[in-house]
Structures are given as C-alpha cells and as structure tokens.
C-alpha cells in the first residue's frame, strides 16, 4: 500500500522558519513528480510548490515564492518544503501529493496524497 508521510509541522513565530518532509513508502517514487498543497479553515485548498523527478523544474504558488523551497533527498522518495519568513497567513494544513504527470500534480489532480501535517504562525 502507498503512503505518503508528511512531517515537521507545528506552531512557529512570524519570521520563522520550519522544513516539512513528505516521506514515500510502499512503492518507489523516485521518477514521479512530486508536491506541496496547503488548506486553511473556511478556504480551498491552495497549490504550494511542485518538482520534477530529477529536480530540474519546479514551480511555486505566487504567495509563496521567494520565501518556500522545494527540495527531493538524494533517493527521490522524499521531498521537502523549507519554509522561510513565515507569516500568519500561512497556517494551515499542509500535504505532500505525488503523481505521474508534473502539471497533473502542479494542478492537485496527483493521484497519492498524505494526511496532512498542521503548520502554525503566530503573530
């Protein structure tokens, strides 16, 4: 069974920093594209970041960039998210999605997705 683990959420001050993992199980992903979604109370889910396999492409939601990095580990079956000067309005739930297709995952159509990890930023 595949299973996609999200970890590293939790409550941070504004300006901070924390660095999500997505760690795959039960089968390789390390040709799948691969990417971050987050929701928030009351608001649809929002497209974060995305990489390709190899890590030669990537792509981040507007809101996000210049301040989130995605990143894969050195056995593609992991992917990252550094978050860096955080804001409040980044508090939501974060999930990891994997996919066959890049623009598949970069529109939250990938077919595999975690359970989510909480990342709070207080003012």
């Known amino acids: 069974q595949v299973q996609l683990i999200e970890s590293g959420g939790g409550l941070v001050q504004a300006g901070g920093s924390l660095r999500l993992s997505c760690a795959v199980s039960?089968?390789?992903?390390?040709?799948?594209?691969m990417g971050w979604f987050r929701q928030a109370p009351g608001k649809e889910r929002e497209f974060v970041a995305a990489i390709k396999w190899n890590g030669d492409a990537t792509d981040y939601g507007n809101s996000v960039k210049g301040r989130f990095t995605i990143s894969r580990g050195d056995a593609k079956n992991t992917v990252y998210l550094q978050m860096n000067s955080l804001k409040p309005e980044d508090t939501a739930v974060y999930y990891c999605?994997?996919?066959?297709?890049?623009?598949?995952?970069?529109?939250?159509?990938?077919?595999?997705w975690g359970p989510g990890t909480q990342v709070t930023v207080s003012s």
């Open positions: 999605t994997a996919g066959v297709v890049f623009t598949t995952v970069v529109r939250g159509a990938g077919a595999y």
């Open positions: 039960g089968r390789t992903f390390n040709t799948y594209p």
